[in-house]
T-cell receptor
Framework: GENVEQHPSTLSVQEGDSAVIKCTYS??????FPWYKQELGKRPQLIID?????GEKKDQRIAVTLNKTAKHFSLHITETQPEDSAVYFC???????FGKGTMLLVSP | DAGVTQSPTHLIKTRGQQVTLRCSPK?????VSWYQQALGQGPQFIFQ???????QRGNFPDRFSGHQFPNYSSELNVNALLLGDSALYLC????????????FGEGSRLTVL
């Protein structure tokens, strides 16, 4: 089955800095890669996703890049704000296989 | 739109007991997936139901079973509970077709003593 590795497990940045979270996957057949944000005690919520026919996708301060050859994809958050603090999960389709999560801490 | 609703929100069981968790998908969704999220971990896929049948299954023992009803709602059953089954159980719904976004419920927090 699919195996998703996510790094780092914890990321601390200063407000206004950029944050990058990286994931690798094992199944070359995977073609859908969503990112979820989970605030403490809340449900995971989709923040951005990318499909295998696209190399990059951007939505305001959030962007995702995909390298199918290397089987890795990354989440980029620019101009981080304290409300970005949460656990972020990457995932790969078919049945979503999640990484173990990255705790992002944004200090004001 | 109520989104994905799950019940109960919290429950406590003892080892060896059985539990049933319930999920109503988001309006317009016909596919339900169940995930187990242990503390500090990412959600682990249990299984997915579509057209009242289990379509995909993750690496979980047969003690974990499910059901989907004609109205697309779903149940997750766990028999012979173990301490290690303590976790947040998340239900996620989606619709068939090219859009694959999963909408998660708030989860059912199961504690096994």
């Amino acid at each position: 089955g699919e195996n998703v590795e996510q790094h780092p497990s914890t990321l601390s940045v200063q407000e206004g800095d950029s944050a990058v979270i990286k994931c690798t996957y094992s199944d070359s057949a995977s073609n859908y890669f969503p990112w979820y944000k989970q605030e403490l005690g809340k449900r995971p919520q989709l923040i951005i996703d990318i499909r295998s026919n696209v190399g990059e996708k951007k939505d305001q301060r959030i962007a995702v890049t995909l390298n199918k050859t290397a089987k890795h994809f990354s989440l980029h958050i620019t101009e981080t704000q304290p409300e970005d603090s949460a656990v972020y999960f990457c995932a790969a389709m078919c049945a979503l296989t999640f990484g173990k999560g990255t705790m992002l801490l944004v200090s004001p | 739109d109520a989104g994905v609703t799950q019940s109960p929100t919290h429950l406590i069981k003892t080892r060896g007991q059985q539990v049933t968790l319930r999920c109503s998908p988001k309006s317009g969704h016909d596919t339900v997936s169940w995930y187990q999220q242990a503390l500090g971990q990412g959600p682990q896929f249990i299984f997915q139901y579509y057209e009242e049948e289990e379509r995909q299954r993750g690496n979980f023992p047969d003690r974990f079973s499910g059901h989907q009803f004609p109205n697309y709602s779903s149940e997750l059953n766990v028999n012979a509970l173990l301490l290690g089954d303590s976790a947040l159980y998340l239900c996620a719904s989606s619709s068939t077709g090219p859009v694959r976004e999963l909408f998660f419920g708030e989860g059912s927090r199961l504690t096994v003593l």
